[in-house]
């Protein structure tokens, strides 16, 4: 809102920024055309390389930008992520992570687990959310920006998807170190709308992108532990998720 633009606008100034260009948006467009604005710019621009970087991420280390730059530069890498902490807690969120095809889910490495250095060696990984991703412009080139109708949440589920078909690695950087805010500007991972977002989206997700066979298998296994949590769910957030499970099977990829 005009308030964000405006506070964004004072820090700038105060911290002598130089190179910024603010978009200023006068609705709330979503995470994925939020994203997309970036990215078009950036590539319109000529960057070489993109960060896709969220508002509720930390990190202590002033020179993380330029190592992880410098990182790719050096390994050719087209995709890098750091390894990522809960704010709150202090503990792994994800170190890297991997895609379960047969029930339309994604993995944390890691996730909910003290540091004691298990997960301090490089490599690549199959999955990792774009909450903090340095990424090529000919990934961009060859798969195209994220899905605008995701709004939030699985948008970067999917590019990372299309990116990995279309050959491209993510490079876990465990040395790289950020701490998350999770859903922090959602209301937390069970408020309505991160309810109806979530069901939404993991349906449409699984339609988009998953084979007759693996859509079957999806949907049982999300049909049967959703009778299973209904229960659990209050008045308003069985609302929010009969919503979203009824959106995401009007949506068409």
Same mark, same amino acid.
């Given at each position: 809102?005009?308030?964000?633009?405006? !506070?964004? @606008? =004072?820090?700038?100034?105060? &911290?002598?920024?130089?190179?910024? +260009?603010?978009?200023?948006? $006068?609705?709330?467009?979503?995470?994925?055309?939020?994203?997309?604005?970036?990215?078009?710019?950036?590539?319109?621009?000529?960057?070489?390389?993109?960060?896709?970087?969220?508002?509720?991420?930390?990190?202590?280390?002033?020179?993380?930008?330029?190592?992880?730059?410098?990182?790719?530069?050096?390994?050719?890498?087209?995709?890098?992520?750091?390894?990522?902490?809960?704010?709150?807690?202090?503990?792994?969120?994800?170190?890297?992570?991997?895609?379960?095809?047969?029930?339309?889910?994604?993995?944390?490495?890691? !996730?909910? @687990? =003290?540091?004691?250095?298990? &997960?301090?060696?490089?490599?690549? +990984?199959?999955?990792?959310? $774009?909450?903090?991703?340095?990424?090529?412009?000919?990934?961009?080139?060859?798969?195209?920006?994220?899905?605008?109708?995701?709004?939030?949440?699985?948008?970067?589920?999917?590019?990372?998807?299309?990116?990995?078909?279309?050959?491209?690695?993510?490079?876990?950087?465990?040395?790289?170190?950020?701490?998350?805010?999770?859903?922090?500007?959602?209301?937390?991972?069970?408020?309505?709308?991160?309810?109806?977002?979530?069901?939404?989206?993991?349906?449409?997700?699984?339609?988009?992108?998953?084979?007759?066979?693996?859509?079957?298998?999806?949907?049982?296994?999300?049909?049967?532990?959703?009778?299973?949590?209904?229960?659990?769910? $209050?008045?308003?957030?069985?609302?929010?998720?009969?919503?979203?499970?009824?959106?995401?099977?009007?949506?068409?990829?």
């Amino acid at each position: 809102d005009d308030r964000s633009y405006t !506070e964004a @606008e =004072k820090l700038i100034a105060k &911290y002598g920024f130089e190179n910024v +260009t603010l978009i200023h948006n $006068t609705s709330n467009v979503g995470v994925a055309a939020a994203n997309n604005q970036g990215i078009n710019l950036s590539l319109e621009m000529g960057c070489e390389y993109v960060l896709l970087l969220n508002n509720d991420i930390e990190f202590k280390n002033p020179d993380l930008l330029g190592e992880m730059l410098a990182l790719a530069d050096t390994r050719q890498e087209r995709m890098i992520v750091p390894k990522i902490y809960f704010f709150d807690s202090g503990k792994i969120w994800c170190a890297g992570g991997s895609f379960n095809r047969w029930i339309g889910t994604t993995n944390h490495t890691g !996730e909910g @687990e =003290k540091d004691a250095g298990q &997960y301090d060696k490089d490599g690549y +990984t199959e999955y990792a959310p $774009t909450c903090f991703m340095l990424i090529h412009r000919s990934v961009f080139d060859a798969v195209g920006i994220m899905d605008e109708k995701y709004f939030v949440y699985h948008d970067d589920t999917d590019f990372v998807w299309r990116a990995g078909l279309a050959g491209y690695k993510v490079y876990y950087w465990a040395a790289g170190q950020v701490w998350h805010k999770v859903s922090s500007s959602t209301g937390g991972g069970t408020s309505p709308f991160s309810i109806y977002y979530g069901h939404r989206n993991r349906i449409y997700f699984i339609n988009k992108n998953f084979s007759p066979i693996h859509k079957i298998v999806a949907f049982t296994y999300f049909s049967l532990t959703r009778l299973l949590k209904w229960r659990l769910f $209050t008045k308003k957030l069985f609302s929010s998720f009969y919503r979203g499970t009824r959106d995401g099977l009007k949506m068409k990829p």
